[in-house]
């Protein structure tokens, strides 16, 4: 009954942990002080998690993971377009 609420919980604060990021580098232009190795990994894994959310059919796990991807592959972009 309570793991639900945990899973929803750590799929919304994993999901929004990039927004600041990507505002950040939306306004300034510069992303110096990210990792390309970090971001990459992490843009990997969640469209890793995705997928895998497909192929078992988990809605939550797709949803948190097609978010956090998207966040994690617009910081990606933003990191090899400004450095």
Known sequence: MIAPIVGYAA??????ALVPQ????WTTRSTTDVSLGW???LALGTFLWLV???MV???PLI???AITCAL???VLGFKLRYG
Request: hydrophobic fraction near 50%; charged fraction near 10%; include cysteine.
């Open 63 to 65: 949803a948190a993971n």
């Open 39 to 41: 971001i990459s990994v």
């Open 52 to 54: 895998y959310g497909l």
């Open 11 to 16: 799929a919304f604060l994993t999901t929004v």
């Open 72 to 74: 994690a592959c617009t």
């Open 22 to 25: 990507v505002l950040k580098a």
């Open 57 to 59: 059919g988990d809605g």
